[in-house]
T-cell receptor
Framework: DAGITQSPRHKVTETGTPVTLRCHQTENHRYMYWYRQDPGHGLRLIHYSYGVKDTDKGEVSDGYSVSRSKTEDFLLTLESATSSQTSVYFC???????????FGSGTRLTVV | DAKTTQPPSMDCAEGRAANLPCNHSTISGNEYVYWYRQIHSQGPQYIIHGLKNNETNEMASLIITEDRKSSTLILPHATLRDTAVYYCIVRVQQGAQKLVFGQGTRLTINP
């Protein structure tokens, strides 16, 4: 979607290695979110941010950390990747958290 | 946030109206109804939302019953590109409130 970019789009990594996924927006939206999507579980919120340096946990935050040092970037880090973190990761942005979220195209992460 | 119930799958003929139901019998007075869809492998896409009045935009119409316990998303002239999973979500309209996705309805538009 225009205004939100996720990188990389695909990544294969080994168990135990650190991985960082990046979400970049050009919309100057306040809220940013990281979701993961797995078969049988749908979309689940990992972490979200409501401003620079302001973040909070979602429902599946164990094993993940986030950082937001500037408005446009929201980073998701897997400190030590595990096979259970193999998933498709979606970033989303929202101007004020109330109305429509705009989602990125996703990052497909495979941990082997 | 209130729980929603949607049929797991539906079919609709191309060119016809697709009517997707959602039950949210425990909705509270300050909760809005949101609809998103996810086309295969893509990120979810916002469609429409409403509180108690019917809403229409360029994508769809949202009909909310008077008691607000259920709603229907209407795609007036479905096309093959409308084949997707449709999510009905109920949430309070506060900035810190997150979107919580259920399993949705898999809508298949048939030629």
């Amino acid at each position: 979607d225009a205004g939100i970019t996720q990188s990389p789009r695909h990544k294969v990594t080994e168990t135990g290695t650190p991985v960082t996924l990046r979400c970049h927006q050009t919309e100057n939206h306040r809220y940013m979110y990281w979701y993961r999507q797995d078969p049988g579980h749908g979309l689940r919120l990992i972490h979200y941010s409501y401003g620079v340096k302001d973040t909070d946990k979602g429902e599946v935050s164990d094993g993940y950390s986030v950082s937001r040092s500037k408005t446009e970037d929201f980073l998701l880090t897997l400190e030590s990747a595990t096979s259970s973190q193999t998933s498709v990761y979606f970033c989303a942005i929202s101007l004020d958290g109330n109305y429509g979220y705009t989602f990125g195209s996703g990052t497909r992460l495979t941990v082997v | 946030d209130a729980k929603t119930t949607q049929p797991p799958s539906m079919d609709c003929a191309e060119g016809r109206a697709a009517n997707l139901p959602c039950n949210h019998s425990t909705i509270s007075g300050n909760e809005y109804v949101y609809w998103y869809r996810q086309i295969h492998s893509q990120g979810p896409q916002y469609i429409i939302h409403g509180l108690k009045n019917n809403e229409t935009n360029e994508m769809a119409s949202l009909i909310i019953t008077e008691d607000r316990k259920s709603s229907t998303l209407i795609l007036p002239h479905a096309t093959l590109r409308d084949t997707a999973v449709y999510y009905c979500i109920v949430r309070v309209q506060q900035g810190a409130q997150k979107l919580v996705f259920g399993q949705g309805t898999r809508l298949t538009i048939n030629p």
